[in-house]
Structures are given as structure tokens and as C-alpha cells.
């Protein structure tokens, strides 16, 4: 592996129905899987100058994560996000004005020479954390990964097409392909355009219980679907479980079969924890053994 992963987008709490609060953020989930994975990424963000905040350094720092692109903000709170359940579903109200929206180009921490880097779409819906990301993706433009989040009011079709333009691979569900791409015959034509239009090297669409399809840009294309027996607790974070295992098997160069089958068997493991995200080293544990990591 002689690239070394770099996050960049959201961190903040989802906060369930019941009361309890689960660390996560599309960008912050990817992070902290490549971490248990073994795969040691930067992750750039940033966070309130309050309880949260700190938490969110103390839980990075006992996971032995950098945090050299954690800013701290004064004047903006710690993300939240109020996730409803329903019917094994779940719904998200997305809080306007969040530390994440202000992350600083000039509090950046050192960037490696050769990087893989990963962002979504949520924290490009604010000027500040725009501008920065659209830094980042200028100086680590050799190896991007874009992951789409579409969630209103937070995003305009136009914005977000240019996001992916030019990505290494892009990831998305099959609601967010019919949205961006232009009514086509089927959705394979809908995956065609997408990466013709962007000019994406991959783009994998997922498809919930129905599992995962990647198409590359020379139109070979690759299904992947869940175990019947999976058990579900909630379904918060599979995908980001899944574009993480599919980041560490791009640099690892997984072939595209072996890659597809172990992101799905991962993210069908994280739906049976709640939330995105599991504390318990051990659970990365077979999993680095199963596939060969340090």
C-alpha cells in the first residue's frame, strides 16, 4: 500500500428516537473503519469547542487515530444529525451551521506526498468547507473517491455533478443515480452516462437489501449481494462500512470480484450494531486476519 488514505467531510452525532447518541458522519465512519482496518488514514474535520468536540478527540486519540486534521471551532457547535427509524429505514434531519461546515484551509495539517483521497457531497453544501475542500482536491487529484450523499435541503444537482468530475470512483444508491442522471432506458444506461459524463475509472451503485453493482469505464460490471441471514439492528452507516472496505481494497489492489464481496460481507456485519460505527477493537480484528492486513 503506497498510498496513504485522506478523509475529509463531516463529523458529528446521530442521535436515535430513544435517546442515545452514536458517533458518526459519512466521512468520520470511513475514517474510522480504514483506522480498525489497519489502513492509519488522516482524517480532516472539525468540531465545536464543546463537551461533543472534546469527546470526539478523546474517542480518535484512544483509537489511536491522528488528529492532526482535527480543527477545534469557537463559534460553531459539534455536529448533529436526528436520525428517525421506520420500517427497518431510517430518515435523517440534518442541523444547518455545523463546525463541519467551517473547516479552515489554513488550520490544514501537513498532506502526505501520495494520498487516496475520499470526501462526499454534504460538506461542500457550505462556502467555507467548499473552499477547502475544492483545495484538497487540487493538490490530491490523482486518486479521488467521491461519496454521494444527497440530503435536502443540502445539495442542487448541478453542484454535485461537478463534485464528481474527474473522481477516481464514485459511490452512490440507486435513488441518488436516478436523481442525478438523465432518464435513460434502464439503470445501467443511468450508470453509462455517470461515469461518461464525470469520467469516473468506477462507479458502484447500491441498492440496499439487493446489494451492490460497479461498473468500470470500459463497462465491465460486477453484483454483489447479501447473506439471507443477515440480521439487521439498523441499517445507519452500511454504506459508508461498504465504501471503506472498497477504498482499502483500491489500495490494496484488490481485484474487482474480491473487493465487492468483502465490502458487502462488512457492511452486512455493521447492520447488526447500532449506528455506523463499532468501539470494540475486536471487531476488526478477523477481518484483518481473513485478508492478509497488517
Not at 501520495?114 to 461542500?124: D, E, P, T
Not at 484538497?136 to 490523482?142: H, I, M, N, P, Y
Not at 439487521?232 to 473487493?259: F, I, Q
Request: proline content about 6%; overall charge negative; charged content about 20%.
Amino acid at each position: 500500500m503506497h498510498y496513504r488514505p485522506v478523509i475529509f467531510g463531516e463529523v458529528l452525532y446521530d442521535c436515535f428516537p430513544q435517546g442515545e447518541v452514536v458517533l458518526g458522519g459519512a466521512p468520520f465512519n470511513v475514517a474510522w473503519h480504514l483506522q480498525g482496518l489497519g489502513a492509519a488514514p488522516l482524517f480532516i474535520s472539525r468540531v465545536g469547542d464543546d463537551p461533543l468536540g472534546h469527546r470526539v478527540r478523546d474517542i480518535m486519540e484512544r483509537r489511536a487515530m491522528d488528529t492532526s486534521g482535527l480543527q477545534l471551532d469557537s463559534s460553531y457547535p459539534t455536529g448533529k444529525v436526528n436520525i428517525q427509524l421506520a420500517a427497518g429505514s431510517h430518515s435523517f434531519d440534518i442541523l444547518p451551521d455545523q463546525a463541519y461546515d467551517h473547516i479552515a484551509e489554513d488550520a490544514l495539517p501537513p498532506l502526505p506526498d501520495r494520498a487516496m483521497f475520499y470526501h462526499g457531497s454534504l460538506a461542500a453544501r457550505s462556502p467555507v468547507s467548499a473552499r477547502t475542500l475544492s483545495l484538497l482536491s487540487e493538490r490530491l487529484a490523482d486518486s479521488r473517491l467521491v461519496d454521494v450523499n444527497l440530503r435536502d435541503p443540502w445539495w442542487q444537482r448541478d453542484n454535485v455533478l461537478k463534485l464528481l468530475e474527474g473522481a477516481r470512483l464514485v459511490k452512490l444508491n440507486d435513488e441518488e443515480l436516478s436523481l442525478l442522471a438523465p432518464a435513460a432506458a434502464d439503470e445501467r444506461a443511468s450508470m453509462r452516462w455517470l461515469i461518461n459524463d464525470a469520467g469516473l475509472h468506477e462507479l458502484v451503485v447500491t441498492r440496499g437489501e439487493a446489494g451492490a453493482e460497479l461498473m468500470t469505464g470500459s463497462g465491465e460490471v460486477y453484483r454483489v449481494a447479501p447473506e439471507a441471514a443477515t440480521r439487521v439492528v439498523d441499517t445507519v452507516g452500511a454504506g459508508d462500512a461498504l465504501t471503506s472496505v472498497l477504498m482499502l481494497g483500491l489500495l490494496h489492489g484488490w481485484s474487482y470480484p474480491v473487493m465487492l464481496e468483502r465490502a458487502q460481507a462488512f457492511a452486512s456485519a455493521i447492520v447488526g450494531h447500532r449506528g455506523a460505527t463499532v468501539e470494540a477493537a475486536g471487531f476488526y480484528r478477523p477481518y484483518r486476519e481473513a485478508w492478509s492486513l497488517p
